[in-house]
């Protein structure tokens, strides 16, 4: 069963702008941590950001921040002022209890900046 | 200064084949990691290795064969290439979590590109 859902396959943003990128998870774990990673057109996977399950509050990293709502399982993604070089293909990931640390990513989103 | 370090990047190669592709991280890391990307980039893991002791094993043919000489390598080794192997394969690394805290990232190579004709 796919424990990680992104439900955009392709998004576009204007420069300047902020866009939400969604990410819903399950499981039943009550010990849970959930990352977001970014892999530009050149391929390297970069770790951006993590909202761990007891956190009490929403992860910032510079422009991103994590919008997480535990009661409906998700974990978005929000970029505020969009910048060309945030267009790449975003995936959400959950590490969960008892996986030996084991990522389980989403299908990934892409984001296009445009002028 | 690399952090994870994998070779060669772009592996290009025959059916039936023998291959390898070496992962070094300098990062101190106790936990390293084998993924692949498909076609569509759904990435999925692969083998996890800790202090060179095997704990993940996805369903994987067994011609694949990962191996940790030490914490700092993990390499894989895969027999008898097939068409379906061709992939992006990503090695990475992380220190293991500990209690409820899950926020050791892992850091990822930049990929190896194998190509099967």
């Known amino acids: 069963a796919q424990k990680i859902t992104q439900t955009q396959p392709g998004m576009f943003v204007q420069e300047k702008e902020a866009v939400t990128l969604d990410c819903t998870y399950d499981?039943?774990?009550?010990?849970?941590?959930l990352f977001w990673y970014k892999q530009p057109s050149s391929g390297e996977m970069i770790f951006l950001i993590y909202q761990g399950s007891y956190d009490q509050q929403n992860a910032t990293e510079g422009r991103y921040s994590l919008n997480f709502q535990k009661a409906r399982k998700s974990a978005n993604l929000v970029i505020s002022a969009s910048q060309l070089g945030d267009s790449a293909m975003y995936f959400c990931?959950?590490?969960?209890?008892?996986?030996?640390?084991?990522?389980?990513f989403g299908t990934g989103t892409r984001l296009q900046v445009t002028l | 200064d690399t952090a994870v370090s994998q070779t060669p990047k772009y592996l290009v190669t025959q059916m039936g084949n023998d291959k390898s592709i070496k992962c070094e991280q300098n990062?101190?890391?106790?936990?390293m990691y084998w993924y692949k990307q498909d076609s569509k980039k759904f990435l999925k893991i692969m083998f996890s290795?800790?202090?060179?002791?095997?704990?993940i094993n996805e369903t994987v043919p067994n011609r694949f064969s990962p191996k940790s000489p030490d914490k700092a390598h993990l390499n894989l080794h895969i027999n008898s290439l097939e068409l379906g192997d061709s992939a992006v394969y990503f090695c990475?690394?992380?220190?293991?979590?500990?209690?409820?805290?899950?926020?050791?990232?892992?850091?990822f190579g930049d990929g190896t590109r194998l190509s099967i004709l």
């Open positions: 290795y800790n202090n060179k002791e095997l704990i």
């Open positions: 499981t039943s774990d009550p010990s849970y941590g």
């Open positions: 990062l101190g890391h106790d936990t």
């Open positions: 990475a690394s992380s220190q293991t979590p500990t209690g409820d805290s899950y926020n050791q990232p892992q850091h």
């Open positions: 990931a959950i590490i969960r209890a008892g996986t030996a640390s084991k990522l389980t």
